[in-house]
């Protein structure tokens, strides 16, 4: 039987120590600010900052708690500080194996009116333009679970001063993952990254990649120029691997590799992956990973296909704390608000990296009451175990930022 008062208490002082470490060089309030906002954002599975209010439990009006997280919120500065403290923490989940996953997605606020920097984005659940925000994002596969751990995430708007393009800010998130990450680090895009200037930047700077490409680009075969449609079409796969879906469905892919160059980039070798079982049209992998090992397209096959675990973050996100549904106003602040939840959900990240040696993550998984059981995603059944544990408790972290009260009595003084 599960001793939720004492759970809860050990968790508390875990999630207080994790903020510790992100806020270490801050100034004692946004110490503070930062523990609240990540234990409210965990206690309430919500964006909303009156929910995350009510989860502190502070002997004030739930207004005045508010007010204080807004505020502090908007004026926000030590991002930098915050994401490098972050990193610090979490890069012992990762090594020189870890996968990073590249790509974006949107927040769609149809209904909006009087945000701070709207423009027209694609919603990506229903394929319509509305308003919203883009947002750049980059995950590591930690190294045992192959949990994704939310590295990198920036809103942007099309419409806001300085806006120089998408493009433009893929790269920035190309260039924060070279100065945290090393070359060895695999870099993993879908096929809306097919662009000369990716291709640019990871060859240049000659970081390890896979690109899903698209039929149309050309590459050079045996000195030749050819679509990489027509060039996958003369390989029908010799070799096999068995892939299980998110749905539990089996599929048998055949796989092949051959070498290849793209036009711009003469006399850097690559390598064309050319997966078959997925569709009509095979997945088509171009690569610069290169090993003596013929079994070498099935290792990159299985790497791209963990891209999938990048979607249920966001989807995470979006779903279980009800991201597109913030509602402050600033752009500073809704950048701030993503910062804040992207580490709150590494924080989840970290735990289910400890799902099969931790007893108390097993006792987290437990009390979240799964119905079919485990998933190999375990973010929903921490979180929601997480929430049920500090929903029987009726206090906040208050009692972790106390100093100790001084009393005379426990002195000792030397006798006249």
């Not at 979490?90 to 209904?111: G, N």
């Not at 929601?384 to 029987?392: Q, R, T, V, Y």
Request: charged share 25%; glycine share 6%.
């Amino acid at each position: 039987m599960v001793n939720y008062s004492t759970l809860g208490h050990n968790l508390k002082r875990g999630i207080f120590n994790f903020c510790n470490k992100l806020s270490n060089g801050m100034k004692k309030p946004t110490q503070k600010f930062i523990t609240d906002m990540i234990y409210g954002i965990i206690a309430s599975k919500s964006s909303y900052l009156t929910k995350i209010a009510r989860k502190l439990n502070e002997k004030i009006a739930l207004d005045k708690t508010v007010e204080r997280l807004s505020r502090n919120l908007m004026n926000f500065e030590d991002i930098e500080v915050l994401t490098q403290n972050y990193l610090t923490t979490v890069k012992s989940h990762f090594d020189k194996t870890t996968v990073l996953i590249v790509d974006d997605s949107d927040i769609a606020k149809p209904y909006s009116q009087k945000l701070e920097g709207l423009c027209r984005v694609k919603d990506g659940s229903t394929g319509e333009l509305v308003d919203g925000y883009w947002f750049a994002g980059v995950s590591a596969l930690t190294a045992n679970h192959k949990q994704p751990i939310p590295v990198y995430s920036r809103v942007y708007s099309s419409t806001e001063e300085g806006y120089k393009g998408n493009n433009t800010e893929t790269l920035k998130s190309l260039q924060f993952i070279s100065k945290h990450f090393t070359k060895a680090n695999i870099r993993v895009f879908d096929r809306g990254y097919d662009a000369g200037y990716i291709f640019d930047y990871l060859i240049e700077n000659d970081e390890n990649f896979i690109v899903r490409s698209v039929g149309k680009r050309h590459c050079v075969y045996k000195g030749e120029t050819v679509a990489i449609s027509t060039l996958a079409g003369k390989f029908k796969g010799k070799y096999t691997l068995k892939y299980k879906t998110k749905e539990g469905r089996s599929i048998n892919c055949k796989i092949s590799i051959t070498p290849i160059e793209l036009p711009k980039y003469s006399g850097k070798p690559l390598n064309l992956v050319i997966c078959r079982g997925f569709g009509k049209e095979p997945l088509m992998l171009i690569t610069n990973l290169s090993s003596d090992d013929p079994r070498l397209c099935v290792t990159i096959s299985k790497v791209y296909l963990m891209r999938w675990r990048i979607e249920e973050y966001y989807r995470f996100k979006k779903q279980g704390f009800g991201f597109e549904k913030f509602l402050v106003r600033s752009l500073d602040s809704i950048r701030n608000l993503d910062l804040i939840l992207s580490i709150a959900i590494g924080y989840i990240g970290t735990l289910s990296e400890k799902a099969d040696d931790s007893i108390e993550v097993m006792q987290i998984i437990h009390a979240s009451k799964r119905l079919y059981g485990l998933a190999k995603f375990t973010f929903y059944a921490i979180s929601d175990g997480l929430a049920e544990i500090f929903s029987k408790s009726y206090v906040g972290l208050q009692a972790f930022f106390r100093k100790p009260v001084y009393d005379p009595r426990l002195s000792l003084f030397d006798c006249p």
